[in-house]
C-alpha cells in the first residue's frame, strides 16, 4: 500500500485509541466507585447527619458533607462569579493588548496551577493573622481563590472569540462601550459563561485540600458562616482513613453522591447552554 | 443656493505609517446616491467609516481634517460619537446581526437611544420591516433568532436595523457583495426608494451597480481622490485618465 495510505490509516487508529482510553478511564472510574459504593447508599446517609459512633460504622449519614460542600462550592462560585465576568469584560473590552491585560492574563495563568493546599494553607494563615477559626467563610474565601482563575481564564477565552462585527453592529448604531458589552457581548458568550462558572465549580466542590484547614470539618451542618462546614471530599478522606470496611464503603457512596451532584449540574447546565445557544450568532 | 450635508475638508487617514486617504476635500449634497468606486485597497472603505467615526475602532487609525455634517465637524472633541452615528448608519458588507431575535435586532437601537415603551416598540419594529421590504415573511416568527433568516433576508433586516433609529445618512459598505443576485436586486431596489429620505453614500467595485443606483460618483485611487462628478459624467466621459482606464476596466 502506499505510504500517504498507510500514514491516514496509522493516525486515524492512533486518534481512535486515544479517544477510547478516555472514555474508557471514565468509565472505570465511574464503575468502581458505583459498585464498591452502592451497598452503602441509603436514605438515612442522605437525611441524616453522623450519629455517634458513625465513623465506626453505627447510624447516620453525611447529610452535613452533601450541605457543607453545596454551601462551599455554591458560595465560593457566585463570589467568583462576582468577580470574573467584570475581570474577563475588562481585560477583553477595555485593557484590550494593554500591558496590565497580559500580566494579568499570566498571573491568573500561573494561579490556575498554584495546588490547592497552597491555597488552603494561605486561607489558614490570614485566618489566624485575624484570629478566625475554621469555619464557612474561610472556606468559601479560599474556594474562591481557587476559582478565580479557572472562571476567568474560561471567560476571556470565550469572550475573546466573539467576532468583532458583532460589537461593530452595536456601535453603529451609537451604542456606548458599557451598552455594547452588556447588552452584546455578555449575550453572545452566555454559553461560554456557564461552562466557565460550571467548570469552577467543578474544581471547587471537588477539592479537599483547600478546605481541609480553612473550612474544617464538622458532624453538624452550619448554621451561620462563620461555623465550620463539612465537605464531601473530606468526608471520602476520613471514611476511606478508617480501618473498617463497613466505613470505607461509606466512602465510595459519598463519592457517588459528589459524582451524582457535579453531574447532574452539568446536565442541566448543558440543557440551559442549548437553550442560549438559539439566539447566538455563529 | 447649494448647501452640502456632508463636507470633508483635507481629511487625511493613516494606518501606522500607511497613509490610506490623502487629502479628500469632497461636498456631498443631500437626498442623493453617492458611489465610491475604485481599485481594492484604493481607501473605498476607510472614506466610508472615516464619516460615522467608525474608523476609530482601528488599532492605531490616525485623522487629520474635517467632517461637516450639517455644519458640525463630527471630529470635534466636545461631539458626542454615539450621536454621530446614531445620525449616520451603517450597512456592512456581510450582515452583522446582533445575539438576538429579529424583533430585538430592531429594537436594540431605539431602546439605546431611550425608547422603552412596548407599543412604541412594537410599531418602530412594524414601520421599518416594511420599509425594508421584510415585513411580510417574518411578520410571524418577530421573536425567532435572527440568525435563522436567509443572508438576504439578514441584511435587509440589518438594513430595517439602520433605519430604525431614524439616521440622515446612510452608509453601505458594499451591500450586495455577500448576496445572490435576486437579494442583491432587492436591496438595490430599498436604496433607491430610500433616497427620497436620505443621503446614501455607497462603496461598491461594481461598476454596472453604481450605474444603475448612482447620481453622484465618487472615483478614489491608491487613497487620492482622483475624479468626482455625476454619475453619469464620471461613468460615461471621465475626464481624468486614471479614471477612464478603471472605467474600462484596465485597471481594477
Not at chain 1, 464538622?218 to 462546614?229: G, K, V, Y
Not at chain 2, 452608509?171 to 443576485?181: G, M, V
Not at chain 2, 454596472?208 to 460618483?217: E, F, G, N, T
Not at chain 2, 468626482?228 to 474600462?248: F, S
Amino acid at each position: 500500500m502506499d505510504k500517504r495510505k498507510l500514514e491516514e490509516r496509522f493516525f486515524k487508529v492512533l486518534m481512535i485509541v486515544s479517544t477510547l482510553i478516555v472514555l474508557g478511564s471514565l468509565m472505570a472510574v465511574l464503575v468502581v466507585v458505583v459498585f464498591k459504593g452502592a451497598a452503602a447508599i441509603s436514605l438515612s446517609m442522605l437525611t441524616q447527619t453522623p450519629r455517634g459512633g458513625y465513623y465506626l460504622g453505627r447510624e447516620g449519614g453525611i447529610l452535613n458533607a452533601i450541605v457543607g460542600s453545596l454551601y462551599l462550592a455554591g458560595g465560593a462560585t457566585i463570589l467568583a462569579y462576582l468577580i470574573s465576568l467584570p475581570t474577563a469584560l475588562y481585560l477583553n473590552e477595555y485593557a484590550l493588548k494593554s500591558k496590565l491585560a497580559s500580566f494579568t492574563r499570566q498571573s491568573l495563568d500561573v494561579l490556575w496551577s498554584v495546588p490547592s493546599i497552597i491555597y488552603g494553607s494561605f486561607g489558614f494563615t490570614v485566618m489566624i493573622y485575624l484570629g478566625m477559626r475554621a469555619s464557612l467563610l474561610g472556606g468559601i474565601a479560599a474556594l474562591t481563590l481557587l476559582e478565580l482563575p479557572i472562571m476567568i481564564r474560561a471567560m476571556d477565552e470565550v469572550i475573546r472569540m466573539i467576532p468583532h462585527k458583532l460589537k461593530e453592529a452595536s456601535y453603529s448604531l451609537g451604542a456606548t462601550k458599557l451598552e455594547t458589552t452588556l447588552d452584546v457581548t455578555i449575550r453572545q458568550a452566555l454559553p461560554g459563561i456557564l461552562t466557565a462558572i460550571l467548570l469552577a465549580f467543578g474544581r471547587a466542590i471537588g477539592d479537599a485540600a483547600s478546605v481541609l484547614f480553612t473550612a474544617g470539618y464538622t458532624d453538624n451542618i452550619p448554621a451561620s458562616l462563620f461555623d465550620p462546614a463539612a465537605s464531601l471530599p473530606l468526608a471520602v478522606f476520613f471514611q476511606l482513613g478508617t480501618p473498617f470496611p463497613e466505613v470505607q464503603q461509606r466512602a465510595y457512596a459519598s463519592g457517588v453522591m459528589l459524582l451524582v451532584i457535579v453531574l447532574s449540574i452539568s446536565i442541566v447546565s448543558r440543557v440551559q447552554t442549548k437553550r442560549l445557544m438559539k439566539y447566538v450568532i455563529r | 443656493m447649494f448647501e452640502p450635508h456632508i463636507s470633508i475638508e483635507k481629511l487625511n487617514v493613516y494606518y501606522g505609517e500607511h497613509h490610506a486617504l490623502k487629502n479628500i476635500t469632497l461636498d456631498i449634497s443631500e437626498k442623493m446616491i453617492v458611489a465610491i468606486i475604485g481599485p481594492s485597497g484604493c481607501g473605498k472603505t476607510t472614506l466610508l467609516r472615516s464619516l460615522n467615526r467608525m474608523i476609530d475602532l482601528v488599532d492605531g487609525v490616525r485623522v487629520s481634517g474635517k467632517v461637516l455634517v450639517d455644519r458640525v465637524n463630527i471630529y470635534e472633541n466636545s461631539v458626542d460619537i454615539t450621536s454621530i452615528r446614531k445620525k449616520i448608519g451603517l450597512i456592512a458588507q456581510t450582515p452583522n446581526l446582533l445575539p438576538m431575535s429579529i424583533y430585538d435586532n430592531i429594537a436594540y437601537g431605539p431602546r439605546i437611544h431611550g425608547t422603552k415603551n412596548r407599543k412604541e416598540l412594537d410599531q418602530i419594529v412594524e414601520k421599518y420591516l416594511r420599509a425594508s421590504d421584510l415585513w411580510n415573511e417574518v411578520q410571524g416568527r418577530l421573536k425567532e433568532p435572527a440568525s435563522k433568516l436567509s443572508t438576504g433576508q439578514q441584511q435587509r433586516l440589518c438594513l430595517a436595523r439602520a433605519l430604525a433609529v431614524e439616521p440622515e445618512v446612510l452608509l453601505c459598505d458594499e451591500p450586495t457583495s455577500a448576496l445572490d443576485p435576486i437579494s442583491a436586486r432587492r436591496i438595490e431596489g430599498q436604496l433607491l426608494a430610500l433616497k427620497k429620505y436620505y443621503t446614501i453614500i455607497f462603496v461598491t467595485h461594481i461598476l454596472r451597480q453604481a450605474k444603475r443606483l448612482s447620481d453622484y460618483v465618487v472615483f478614489l485611487y491608491l487613497g487620492e481622490l482622483i475624479e468626482h462628478g455625476p454619475a453619469e459624467d464620471v461613468l460615461a466621459d471621465p475626464r481624468e485618465l486614471r479614471t477612464q482606464a478603471y472605467v474600462k476596466g484596465e485597471i481594477s
